[in-house]
């Protein structure tokens, strides 16, 4: 064999061990199903890894994603308030006033002049009333908007209640807890 001979005997060896490899590397790369014509919204759907939904809900419906907040409705939250869009809270105030039987507005503690902010809950509140101490765990949001809250919570709210908190900050909350010691 001459040299030409040897060099293009290694140059086709080495062409089929790269192909041999190449083909060997996509037996691993199975995906587990017929993902034709599915879009990555779909398979984010089926997964259940609660990171990439933004969803995590126990048997009874309830938010169990840890709350990046927890602490009191004082003037430090509401300087942050950016960062918690869309994300879990848990605040802890008074009720300021009671909007429905659904709704209600929690103050900032004495020391802050923070703006009342909105709680909307999906069941009724009958033990609630002025200057209760209330914890609320939920999704804080940028922009109330009456049709989109009921909508996205299932709601039918009295529409003349909520014309003061238009396009204002609001929790959707997933738990109100009346037994905590009262702000001061």
Known sequence: MTIQEQKRWITRMAAAGIISLGAFGMVGCDTAGNEAGTDVED???????????????????EDVRTPLFVGPYDQAFNDEADIYVGEVVTVSANVNEIVTPMSFTIAGTDETTVDPLLIVHDGKMTDLSEGTAVEVTGTYQEAFDLPTVEENMDLDLEDDGFADHDKEPYIEATN???SVPAEE
């Open 176 to 178: 109100i807890d009346t």
């Open 43 to 61: 398979v984010q759907e089926e997964g259940d890894n609660p990171d990439i939904t933004g969803q995590a809900t126990d048997a009874a419906g």
